[in-house]
T-cell receptor, first 116, second 114 residues
Framework: NAGVMQNPRHLVRRRGQEARLRCSPMKGHSHVYWYRQLPEEGLKFMVYLQKENIIDESGMPKERFSAEFPKEGPSILRIQQVVRGDSAAYFC??????????????FGPGTRLTVL | TQLLEQSPQFLSIQEGENLTVYCNSSSVFSSLQWYRQEPGEGPVLLVTVVTGGEVKKLKRLTFQFGDARKDSSLHITAAQPGDTGLYLCAGRSYSGAGSYQLTFGKGTKLSVIP
């Protein structure tokens, strides 16, 4: 079974460009979570999505950031007009269902975004 | 805002020694998870503890959830170089925005010297 897949693994952008990060959840998982990890910081929750729905985006900056999880295809985290402070590792996690009390999330390898 | 404080932040020990890592909060969590993260990779789930006072063992690793479900500890017996990595604790709680969220600590970076 393939795990959570993220691409690209490394992404370099200049200030003002757009960054698109992709996440394919584990087979059978319909819930996707995005986290950001800054150097020497813990993972910070950004957004939780189900297919075609944003359930909780309370951790995502109001401007420049957006996320989607279409009916077909991977989940996309989009950052417009990137700034140096956006440089971080972005992790995607997936889980099979919300009703499970444990809500175990399985993480992808991450995308390392560097803004020049 | 819920916070999870992990201590120590860094730990360097000799192979064969025992160690304990702590995860503390003033908030109550419905469950708590421990992850291990290798450089350049995503976190890998080690264990989930749910009940106050619960103890779980995974080979040489012992995890304990505090009675009040606000804190947890990870104890490693006879540490091996393969235990080297970043250990993260994460508490699960209702966000108030329609979902349960995981709040992560900053982690303990463990280095086991052969």
């Amino acid at each position: 079974n393939a795990g959570v897949m993220q691409n690209p693994r490394h992404l370099v952008r200049r200030r003002g460009q757009e960054a698109r990060l992709r996440c394919s959840p584990m087979k059978g998982h319909s819930h996707v979570y995005w986290y950001r990890q800054l150097p020497e910081e813990g993972l910070k929750f950004m957004v939780y999505l189900q297919k075609e729905n944003i359930i909780d985006e309370s951790g995502m900056p109001k401007e420049r950031f957006s996320a989607e999880f279409p009916k077909e295809g991977p989940s996309i985290l989009r950052i417009q007009q990137v700034v140096r402070g956006d440089s971080a590792a972005y992790f995607c996690a997936s889980s099979p269902q919300v009703g499970d009390f444990y809500n175990e999330q399985f993480f992808g390898p991450g995308t390392r975004l560097t803004v020049l | 805002t819920q916070l999870l404080e992990q201590s120590p932040q860094f730990l360097s020990i000799q192979e064969g020694e025992n160690l304990t890592v702590y995860c503390n909060s003033s908030s109550v969590f419905s469950s708590l998870q421990w992850y291990r993260q290798e450089p350049g990779e995503g976190p890998v789930l080690l264990v989930t503890v749910v009940t106050g006072g619960e103890v779980k063992k995974l080979k040489r690793l012992t995890f304990q959830f505090g009675d009040a479900r606000k804190d947890s500890s990870l104890h490693i017996t006879a540490a091996q170089p393969g235990d080297t990595g970043l250990y993260l604790c994460a508490g699960r709680s209702y966000s108030g925005a329609g979902s349960y969220q995981l709040t992560f600590g900053k982690g303990t970076k463990l280095s086991v010297i052969p």
